[in-house]
Every structure is written in C-alpha cells, then in structure tokens.
C-alpha cells in the first residue's frame, strides 16, 4: 500500500503533469522546459525503498521523455536537491536526529535553503539552459561528491 502510493506521488504524477503540459507546449509550437524534482536519494540509495526507487525512476523518465520531445523544442530536465530547510525536513527527523548534525555532514556544513533550489529551477527554465536536456541538476552542498 505505501509503496503504491509513493509511486502514484513521486512517479505516476511527474508523469500525467508532464504528458499534459507536453501536449499544451507541443500544441502551440513554442516548445519550453519540464523540470521535475528527483532526490539525491536516487544517487545514494539512502531512505525508504519506495521513495529511493521512485526518484531514481523519474531521472529515468527525464532522460526517457528529453529525448522523446526534443525535437519539439522541449527540453525536460531534474532537479536531485539534498537537504533543504523546510518544513518537511523537520518534520521527517523529528526526535531522530538534529538538524545540525545533517548541517555539518554537508560538505558546505549547511542545509539548502529553498531560494537556493529555486533560483537552479529558474535558470533550467530559462533561456540560460536552452541547449541543457535530459540532465540532473543535483543540488547538495557537495554530498554525493563527498
């Protein structure tokens, strides 16, 4: 049950949000930018199963759907953040572990604030990023490099 409904989130949703908005881009003949959100949990495998493969599977619908649509003009890509303060951080670590000692496991020795992760989806969206496709933006503060 739960791994079915991390799937229907995390993957079938990215899916139906990306057909749709591929048919209205392909429509008016615009062309444009998907971005979906993955997770540096697809790169380390740390977390729930159902979470770790959902987010590792929407890296492959980005790289799967990018060359599918590029001739369209659209480009699709992901985003894999590592911790970012938010409210479901803390909510997810609550009486496990402290924010800090995430903090200082970052190579930064600090947690993504939102702005940061946006600021990475506006340049994607942008014209800045117009020759970048299928790729994964990950955004950790130097933990997978770690």
């Known amino acids: ?65 990018a060359r599918e649509v590029a001739a369209r003009g659209i480009r699709v890509n992901a985003v894999a953040p590592g911790p970012v303060d938010t409210g479901l951080l803390s909510r997810m670590i609550e009486g496990q572990v402290p924010l800090q000692v995430i903090a200082d496991s970052v190579p930064l020795k600090r947690i993504a604030q939102p702005a940061e992760i946006a600021n990475a989806l506006l340049w994607l969206a942008s014209d800045g990023a117009s020759y970048v496709t299928g790729e994964t933006l990950v955004i950790d503060g130097g933990i997978t490099q770690a």
């Open 1 to 65: 049950e739960g791994w079915r409904a991390v799937m229907g989130v995390n993957l079938d949703g990215a899916f139906w949000g990306c057909r749709a908005a591929i048919r209205l881009m392909a429509q008016d003949g615009h062309g444009g930018s998907l971005i979906n959100i993955s997770s540096t949990a697809a790169q380390s495998g740390e977390g729930p199963v159902h979470y770790v493969t959902s987010k590792a599977a929407l890296i492959g619908l980005t790289r799967g759907l």
